[in-house]
């Protein structure tokens, strides 16, 4: 039975992900760059390249650009010259790979190296002073304002593979943690939530799992009815979730399942959470943090399916960076249930990338630590990749590196059926550069439009060679 406590909770809150969105100073651009293929992905032998041109704001540092496949492996370096008003960097794509080009601002356009920032003393740390915090050098289009420039292109992306072997036991594995979550009541308990969203229901909720417990908000249409489903699952961090964007996805006619990542309450902004909880148990897959935190998830998915105002046949799994790693796992974990997943940037792919030629992402585990890479691959997108029976749609950044692209193709590689790259070339991670990957959230929101209007969603032809 569904236990309701009635006093209700204000949860007006602005989230962190708008946050993300909030632009700063406009940085400087003192360099462009125009890639030889528009697309950013080109063929085996094809030359990959970039025509370099002044920017919009008159350059006045000399530059120096280093070529490293799936920005690991150094390639070739050099240095630009724009003397000729223009320059050219580029490279024959020999392999299935991703390139990554960074262009680094390295003295003053006269010859002069600019001195480095002097450090800060003991005293001026002691009071919070900044001394020697300026950057050595602005502009960039990382989203940093450091002088660093980054492109990025892809070679043949639909045939980068598996960096590591996945495990033998991998299934067995999450097979027993799901019989044996199974066991445990879910013992959901709802708590009213005001809000100011007309037409909507607002509640938080708690329930058991298999060594913790989920919380999160759930929104729904005051009308009577059956609902299609969506579940947001969350970036990294610890933070209070947004209960009004939650609402209002609801007012557009889904039953709305927020998940926060941890064992705390929705609207707590720490909840006594560890700052590294990433790191907790990296070097036992029985003690890792990422296995509550996918439990948990499953069974928010265990308590949905429970509920009469689902219509019984949409489930859309959403999210972004760590909640598009989520959404990736929990449409491994239970593939019969789920309709789409889309995901933006999506972190935890490729996490052995670097004993491979392979720069990897979050969750950052270290790769000199035998165990950590073992027990890595049990909480690594690729692996669940597949086992998923829903359609995908993943959004990456050529040029991030928090969630490097390669491991996003290596994931999206194993998925068995129809999925929609959808290659941002100019994008870091969405908090970096989020006026770069606005088109990620803005074909999540038209496939949604799509679904909740009980439309069908099927994966656009792909142009990825």
């Known amino acids: 039975m569904i236990r309701t406590r009635p006093h209700l909770i204000f949860a007006l809150m602005l989230g962190a992900a708008a946050a993300f969105a909030q632009r700063g100073p406009e940085i400087p651009q003192q360099l462009t760059f125009t890639p030889y293929h528009a697309s950013g992905i080109y063929d085996i032998s094809e030359t990959v390249g970039w025509t370099v041109a002044p920017g919009p704001v008159t350059p006045t540092y000399l530059y120096k650009w280093t070529i490293r496949r799936n920005n690991a492996v150094v390639l070739k ?44 003393t003991p005293q001026d740390a002691a009071a919070g002073r900044g001394r020697g915090a300026a950057p050595r050098f602005v ?63 607002l509640s938080m909720f708690v329930l058991d799992a298999l060594g913790s417990k989920t ?24 933070y209070a979730l947004n209960a009004r964007g939650a609402a209002q996805r609801a007012a557009e006619g889904w039953l709305m399942i927020n998940v926060d990542s941890h064992d705390k309450l929705p609207s707590d902004p720490s909840g006594d959470i560890p700052r590294g909880y990433q790191a907790v148990g990296n070097t036992d897959r029985e003690e890792s943090y990422f296995l509550n935190m996918y439990l948990r998830d499953s069974r928010a998915l265990d308590y949905l399916l429970t509920r009469p105002d689902w219509d019984g046949e949409t489930i859309v799994l959403t999210g972004g960076s760590m909640g598009g790693q989520q959404s990736i796992v929990l449409a491994g974990l239970r ?131």
């Open 77 to 120: 370096e050099g240095k630009l010259d724009l003397s000729a008003g223009n320059d050219k960097i580029e490279i024959a794509g020999d392999q299935p790979e991703m390139i990554y080009v960074a262009v680094e601002a390295y003295a003053n356009l006269g010859g002069e190296v600019s001195p480095l920032p002097a450090a800060p």
């Open 215 to 238: 919380h999160g908000y759930l929104a729904k249409p005051t009308e009577d009815g059956k609902f299609p489903a969506v579940i947001q699952l969350q970036y990294a961090g610890v």
């Open 335 to 465: 593939p019969e249930k789920i309709t789409a997943a889309l995901v933006c940037v999506p972190a935890g792919a490729d996490t052995n990338g670097d004993l491979h030629g392979r720069k990897a992402g979050y969750p950052n585990w270290p790769s000199d630590n035998p165990d950590v890479m073992k027990t890595a691959l049990y909480f690594d997108t690729v692996n669940f990749a597949s086992r998923i029976k829903a359609p995908v749609m993943a959004g990456m950044g050529f040029i991030d590196t928090t969630s490097p692209p390669a491991g996003v193709w290596t994931m999206l590689n194993q998925i068995p059926v129809p999925k929609e790259p959808l290659p941002m070339i100019e994008s870091d991670h969405d908090n970096f550069t989020p006026d770069k990957g606005r088109a990620c959230p803005a074909r999540t929101r038209e496939i949604l439009d799509q679904l909740v209007k009980g439309g069908e969603y099927k994966p656009t032809a792909s142009s990825p060679k």
């Open 139 to 201: 502009g960039g289009n990382t989203g940093r304002n450091n002088g660093i420039y980054a492109v990025g292109a892809a070679v043949a992306p639909l045939k980068i593979g598996l960096s590591t072997p996945r495990p033998a036991d991998f299934d067995s594995f999450w097979d027993a943690k799901l019989a044996a979550q199974a066991k445990i009541p879910i013992n959901p308990v709802l708590t009213a939530v005001q809000t100011d969203v007309p037409g909507v229901e």
